[in-house]
């Protein structure tokens, strides 16, 4: 007999009682769950009992890794997002109304400056961007009607390290909340919340879940207002996916270790790149030179993470003898995967600026973006060397 709504639906019967549980969490790839009766459902999604109805609200896959990266950040509230930029605009959605004002700093991801500049406009929101190093500049451009300074621990691609506290202290002062996107650091080299931050919000895309197979977001904060965001992200389905939840899982459970390995590669490279005449700068927080090298040892915990830039003598034509010769390093407009890649931002991240624009943020044509991964040091070396040979 075809059709029957048991045998269209496949789902076990009864949840099966096992004598023994599984390692490693299971993957619940549902959409919705089956209430007892109204009375559940409606306890259910009222709150007043823990459980699952719809996956949009809450999925048992991305409670987890929320719990896992509450725990690094030692946050009081964490929820898992479709992407690092759907927890960016979370908070946004969370925290602002028509007439507000943000100000964000001038090396922000491009999609987050667009999102504030372009898309939160059209809801009357106003925004200045500012220089996030420079203090007195941020605190100037807190007036009465800012609600969030939304900074990066680590910008892109010069790899300048701001200073949470400090901005915590000017932000509070001036009566908004700190917005700290952690991406570049990740909570293995930086807890935002700790130094005085409101939120802290990080694309998982990236190092986090580092493997480069899903996208997601996270954010985390305090319990006071908490419901709102909570809301938002279920509102506007801002929501993750179990599946990718459950790989990202996975791979937090490396984060700490890929995260050390991946910041003493990159001192190597850094350190083997700033002697080599093909490179007019090299940018990265653990050299001497760095302007925040002292702030960084302090912030980052003594290691100084996977990014750095280096602006090849020879402008972009060097730079493209560069990338096609660096054949065994993927060209890749991302970062944090388990193996060393690199980008151009130029090309990439930061065409969407003027040629002044990236000027004025030191972006040259020869300016390339290394992601450094797990491999071993001399191999990432090797790999650079061969690139450099053609320019
Ligand atoms: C620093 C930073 N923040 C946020 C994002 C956005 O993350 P996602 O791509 O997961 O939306 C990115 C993406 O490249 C990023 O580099």
Request: proline share 5%; hydrophobic share 45%; charged share 20%.
């Given at each position: 007999?075809?059709?029957?709504i048991?045998?269209i639906?496949p789902?076990?019967?009864?949840?099966?009682?096992?004598?023994?549980?599984?390692?490693?969490?299971?993957i619940?790839?549902?959409?919705?769950?089956?209430?007892?009766?109204?009375?559940?459902?409606?306890?259910?999604?009222?709150?007043?009992?823990?459980?699952y109805v719809?996956?949009?609200?809450?999925?048992?896959?991305?409670?987890?890794?929320?719990?896992?990266?509450?725990?690094?950040?030692g946050?009081?509230?964490?929820?898992?997002?479709?992407?690092?930029?759907?927890?960016?605009?979370?908070?946004?959605?969370?925290?602002?109304?028509?007439?507000?004002?943000?100000?964000?700093?001038d090396?922000?991801y491009?999609?987050?400056l667009?999102?504030?500049?372009?898309?939160?406009?059209?809801?009357?929101?106003?925004?200045?961007?500012?220089?996030?190093?420079?203090?007195?500049?941020?605190?100037?451009?807190?007036?009465?009607?800012?609600?969030l300074?939304?900074?990066?621990?680590?910008?892109?691609?010069?790899?300048r390290?701001?200073?949470?506290?400090?901005?915590?202290?000017?932000?509070?002062?001036?009566?908004?909340?700190?917005?700290?996107?952690?991406?570049?650091?990740?909570?293995?080299?930086?807890r935002?919340?700790?130094?005085?931050?409101?939120y802290?919000?990080?694309?998982?895309?990236?190092?986090?879940?580092?493997?480069?197979?899903?996208?997601?977001g996270?954010?985390?904060?305090?319990?006071?207002g908490?419901?709102?965001?909570?809301?938002?992200?279920?509102?506007?389905?801002?929501?993750?996916?179990?599946?990718?939840?459950?790989l990202?899982?996975r791979?937090?459970?490396?984060l700490?270790?890929?995260?050390?390995?991946?910041?003493?590669?990159?001192?190597?490279?850094?350190?083997?790149?700033?002697?080599?005449?093909?490179?007019?700068?090299?940018?990265?927080?653990?050299?001497?030179?760095?302007?925040?090298?002292?702030?960084?040892?302090?912030q980052l915990?003594?290691?100084?993470?996977?990014m750095?830039?280096?602006?090849?003598?020879?402008?972009?034509?060097?730079?493209?003898?560069f990338i096609?010769?660096a054949?065994?390093?993927?060209?890749?407009?991302?970062?944090?995967?388990?193996?060393?890649?690199l980008?151009?931002p130029?090309?990439?991240?930061?065409?969407?600026?003027?040629p002044?624009?990236?000027?004025?943020?030191?972006i040259?044509?020869?300016?390339?973006?290394?992601?450094?991964?797990?491999?071993?040091?001399?191999?990432i070396?090797e790999?650079?060397?061969?690139?450099?040979?053609a320019?």
């Open positions: 007999m075809p059709d029957r048991e045998d639906c789902r076990p019967d009864e949840p099966r009682a096992m004598p023994t549980e599984p390692l490693c969490s299971p619940y790839q549902a959409a919705v769950y089956r209430c007892a009766d109204p009375e559940q459902a409606d306890r259910l999604l009222g709150g007043a009992q823990e459980g719809y996956s949009r609200d809450r999925n048992p896959n991305s409670d987890l890794l929320a719990e896992k990266v509450r725990n690094l950040h946050a009081e509230r964490a929820v898992v997002c479709a992407s690092g930029m759907a927890a960016c605009a979370a908070i946004a959605a969370a925290e602002l109304a028509a007439g507000d004002h943000v100000v964000v700093g090396q922000m491009g999609r987050t667009v999102l504030f500049e372009k898309e939160l406009a059209r809801w009357g929101v106003t925004t200045t961007r500012v220089d996030a190093c420079d203090l007195a500049a941020v605190s100037r451009a807190i007036g009465a009607k800012t609600k300074v939304v900074v990066e621990t680590i910008t892109n691609p010069l790899v390290v701001v200073d949470i506290a400090a901005l915590a202290a000017a932000a509070h002062g001036g009566g908004a909340k700190l917005v700290v996107d952690n991406t570049f650091a990740s909570p293995a080299l930086c935002p919340l700790e130094l005085g931050a409101d802290v919000f990080e694309s998982l895309t990236k190092i986090m879940n580092g493997h480069s197979d899903v996208l997601l996270v954010v985390c904060g305090r319990a006071a908490w419901e709102r965001v909570a809301s938002v992200v279920a509102t506007y389905g801002f929501s993750a996916a179990p599946f990718d939840s459950w990202a899982a791979g937090i459970g490396t700490a270790l890929r995260a050390e390995r991946a910041s003493a590669n990159a001192l190597a490279a850094a350190k083997f790149l700033a002697a080599r005449p093909e490179c007019a700068r090299v940018y990265y927080p653990g050299l001497p030179e760095h302007p925040d090298r002292a702030l960084a040892a302090k915990g003594g290691r100084f993470g996977s750095l830039s280096f602006t090849l003598a020879g402008g972009r034509a060097a730079a493209e003898r096609g010769a054949e065994r390093i993927p060209f890749c407009p991302s970062l944090g995967d388990l193996s060393t890649t980008s151009h130029e090309s990439t991240s930061h065409r969407g600026l003027t002044a624009e990236r000027a004025a943020l030191g040259e044509g020869g300016t390339i973006r290394l992601s450094v991964g797990i491999e071993s040091a001399e191999a070396v790999a650079l060397e061969q690139g450099l040979k320019v």
